[in-house]
């Protein structure tokens, strides 16, 4: 989208400390904090990157989200993979255009859109209706009604009725599980990936797939440190992203090895 901000669109205010809010514009609305009030009326039919003052003077640069924005500020119930996580597990799991993608745990949307802004075709299974719903509500509130994206409320564990998929992507806590069920639903060559917290759950995975249908199995983990640079001080940050979760892909076979 670009032109002028237009009411019911979400924006990102950005103060001088750089803390980022995502609000919905609304005509005659307001967004309020302990620095004073911005009327929605102020940024709807300005340009992209104007700057607003609010009631007591603070300032704020109005850009439309990116999509990393959207999932770190976006409503959600459970918990979202990190932005640093998103590119690389779609470079794993080689998700591309026209893709067919089996998404189980979809949990608040983020991987979803990712996905889908790539272009894939993604059906999802989420056990939760409240998850399933918010899920929804968060894609098409980013990439509109035309994204191909379908959602069924049932448990990926008792099976998958999709068939001649090219990807199956897990963010369940068991995706061991699943294994069998994603040999009978991916194509040979098709990929099955996975997103865990632990290297426990990993490992758990991993003996899974020796005893399987898929090869070519692969384990990584994404680090991510900022760098602090004004002036001439430069240096890394002293916090830094680490450990958020491990990322798992395997190809199927079409003739597996014993």
Same mark, same amino acid.
């Given at each position: /989208?670009?032109? &002028? ?14 803390? %980022? ?8 609305? @307001? ?26 003077? !603070? ?6 989200? *990116? ?10 119930? !459970? ?8 590119g690389p ?10 893709? %067919? ?8 949307? !983020?991987?979803s859109m990712? /996905? ?45 009725? @999709? *068939? ?8 369940? &806590? ?51 440190r900022s ?12 916090? /830094? ?7 798992? !892909? ?7 090895? &014993?």
């Amino acid at each position: /989208m670009d032109g &002028p901000f237009r009411a019911d669109e979400r924006v990102l205010l950005a103060d001088a400390k750089q803390r %980022r809010y995502l609000v919905r514009l609304v005509e005659g609305g @307001e967004f309020h904090t302990h620095a004073g009030v911005v009327a929605h009326d102020d940024l709807i039919g300005r340009e992209e990157g104007v700057t607003v003052r609010s009631s007591s003077g !603070a300032r704020y640069t109005a850009l439309r989200p *990116t999509l990393t924005d959207f999932v770190l500020k976006m409503p959600r119930g !459970a918990q979202v993979i990190y932005p640093k996580d998103l590119g690389p597990l779609l470079m794993l799991a080689d998700i591309h255009a026209g893709v %067919r993608v089996l998404e189980a745990g979809v949990g608040s949307g !983020a991987l979803s859109m990712a /996905m889908l802004r790539v272009g894939a075709s993604v059906v999802g299974y989420e056990l939760r209706s409240d998850f399933a719903s918010r899920a929804a509500e968060n894609v098409r509130s980013f990439l509109g009604e035309e994204v191909d994206f379908r959602i069924e409320e049932r448990d990926v564990y008792e099976g998958i009725d @999709e *068939t001649d998929l090219d990807r199956v992507v897990l963010d369940v &806590p068991e995706p061991w599980r699943v294994v069998k069920h994603a040999e009978s639903a991916l194509h040979p060559g098709g990929i099955i990936a996975a997103y865990l917290p632990t290297i426990g759950q990993v490992a758990h995975l991993r003996e899974a797939l020796d005893h399987s249908a898929f090869a070519v199995a692969e384990t990584i983990e994404v680090l991510q440190r900022s760098w602090h640079i004004e002036g001439q001080s430069v240096r890394p940050d002293h916090r /830094m992203v680490a450990h958020t979760g491990f990322l798992t !892909a395997a190809r199927l076979l079409c003739d597996p090895v &014993p």
